[in-house]
Each structure stands twice: as C-alpha cells, then as structure tokens.
C-alpha cells in the first residue's frame, strides 16, 4: 500500500476496516493503483437516458459483458452500474475489477421539473454481488430533495454497517435552479458539501461553470475573490468545499465530446486537486479499440504519462 492510499484511508477514521478495506480495494485497483487518482467506469445510461440513445453508437455496447470487459482491459478503477447489468456479469468477472451497484435510477419517459429516483437496487444486492461499495444519486434543487436526502443517510449508515463503500452523484437540479444554475460553481460547491455531509466516501459531481446561481452566495465570492475564473480554480474550489479536500471528489465526463475538449477537462481536474475522472458515453458510445485508446489517454494525464 503506497503512503498516498495510507493518507487517504486516514481521513476516513469512524469507519470500519471492511469499509477501509474496500476504500482501499478501490484506490488500489487498475493502473492509477496507489496514485490517489480514479478513472471510473459508469453505465448507468441505458436506464438513465434510454438504450437506443445510449448504445446505438456502439451496438456492442448493448451486451453487460462489454462493459466489464471494457473496464478491465482498460486499466480502470471500478465499474458502476445498476442491478441488471451487474447480475448480468458479476460471475463471469468475480474478482476482476471494483464493482459499484448504483441504489437509485431515474427514467426519462415523463418530463418532471422536480425529478427524483426510485429504489432500484438493495445493499443486500451489492453484498452478494461482490461489490465494493454502493452508488446513490441526490438532486439538490429539486422538491424531493429531502426526502432524497434521508434515504441516502439510512442506505449509507446500512452500506457501512456492512462494510461497504459509498459513492454518491450530486446533481444539482429541479424547480429551484435555472438551467445554467445546475452547473453554478456555488451550487456545484454546495452539492458536493451535503454529499460529503450526507456520509459519501466518495462524491461525483459534474464539472462547474463560472456562473454563479444564488445571489447571497454571489456578494461572497465578490467579497473573498475567491478564484474561480479558471476551470482548474473552479476544481480546487469544489474539493475545497468538500471538507478541504478530505473526501475523494470525482468528475462526470457527461455527453460525448471531441476528445480535446474532454482531455482538457481531464487536466483542469488535475491541476485543481480533483481525484480523478468517471466518464460512460464518451468511452462505451465508442469502438472498442477506439474506447480503450481513449481512456488509456485520460489515464495517463492523471498517471502524467501523457501531458
């Protein structure tokens, strides 16, 4: 075990040595193993966004095995999906890559301004499957966010208990944001502070703009010039946010992009002290040699490998 990882576990002091175990399982797995850097795996979308408009660029990607098989030859550090797709494969992979069995999920059938999430998994289920931890989406700014919130908090306390990991999305969305407010630096900053509250190990949060939604947070960051004109100072701001840095904060690759476009946001995450990248469409919606290529390159900006 590297210093880094011991440093890492450290901050994580009420919990058991299952769960550290795990933790460590997880900062130890693929080639940024011992790095305190992660580059996950997440293939949610098909329940999240619809199988034609998350698989169709790449038939292949219609098969659970692709995806496991995708995570490993790449070198990443865990695979997160919901329940099918890992009962689809967690036998044939037992023991090969880091599984996160994602609790919640949202559908796209029905236009919601205040979404929320069913229960779509158990910690139970990600017992028996071999997982390492469990993932949960949250939406700060919806109406159904407290009640999101103390689901989380007992799922959370049942995972630990259990020895479990856990990883939480916060979203910020709903009726009480605008559009361009669910990626606000002051929102995205707060979103990954309740998530850390809430008992995540780790927290994903999307990559934040330099807009700034709530008009009492804005007198603040005028009045501190906190930095935040950077995509890189944005980054250290949310880690910041997150209990200066003392929770792993990871970021969404989000909708397929120019691979530039996505590299650069890999390197502002870098620079700015973010711990690591979790990115589904704009890898799986790829070839498979062109995928793997593609995250081998995200990999190496975080390993320092590839400038």
Same mark, same amino acid.
């Given at each position: ?26 900062? *130890?797995?693929?080639?940024? %193993?011992?790095?305190?850097? $992660? ?21 292949? %990607? ?58 779509? *998994? ?58 361009? *407010? ?6 995205? %900053? ?104 593609? $995250? ?7 390993? *320092?490998?590839?400038?």
């Amino acid at each position: 075990m590297t210093e880094r990882t011991r440093e890492i576990l450290s901050w994580y002091g009420s919990d058991n040595p299952g769960t550290l175990t795990n933790l460590a399982r997880l900062l *130890g797995h693929g080639v940024l %193993a011992g790095t305190g850097r $992660l580059v996950i795996l997440p293939v949610d979308q098909g329940f999240e966004h619809g199988p034609a408009r998350s698989f169709a660029p790449n038939p292949a %990607a219609y098969d659970p095995h692709y995806h496991f098989q995708l995570a490993i030859e790449a070198g990443c550090s865990a695979y997160a999906a919901p329940l099918g797709f890992l009962e689809a494969g967690a036998r044939e992979f037992a023991g090969a890559v880091p599984l996160i069995l994602k609790l919640n999920d949202h559908d796209v059938l029905l236009e919601e301004r205040d979404p929320s999430q069913a229960l779509t *998994g158990s910690v139970r289920d990600a017992v028996r499957l071999g997982c390492i931890g469990v993932g949960f989406t949250i939406y700060p700014g919806s109406m159904h966010r407290l009640d999101m919130y103390g689901q989380l908090r007992a799922l959370a306390e049942e995972a630990k208990q259990l020895g479990l990991i856990v990883v939480v999305w916060s979203y910020p969305r709903g009726s009480g944001l605008s559009k361009a *407010g669910e990626t606000a630096v002051d929102v995205t %900053a707060y979103a990954a502070h309740i998530a850390a509250q809430l008992g995540a190990h780790v927290v994903k949060v999307k990559l934040p703009s330099a807009h700034i939604e709530q008009e009492a947070a804005r007198k603040v960051y005028e009045k501190e010039q906190v930095p935040i004109g950077t995509p890189a100072e944005r980054v250290r701001h949310v880690v910041q946010a997150t209990f200066s840095g003392r929770r792993l904060v990871i970021f969404s690759g989000g909708p397929a992009e120019r691979d530039e476009v996505v590299f650069d946001e890999v390197r502002a995450i870098r620079d700015g002290g973010g711990f690591g990248s979790i990115i589904g469409r704009n890898s799986f919606q790829r070839k498979k040699p062109d995928a793997l290529k593609f $995250l081998r390159t995200v990999i190496g900006i975080y390993a *320092g490998t590839v400038k």
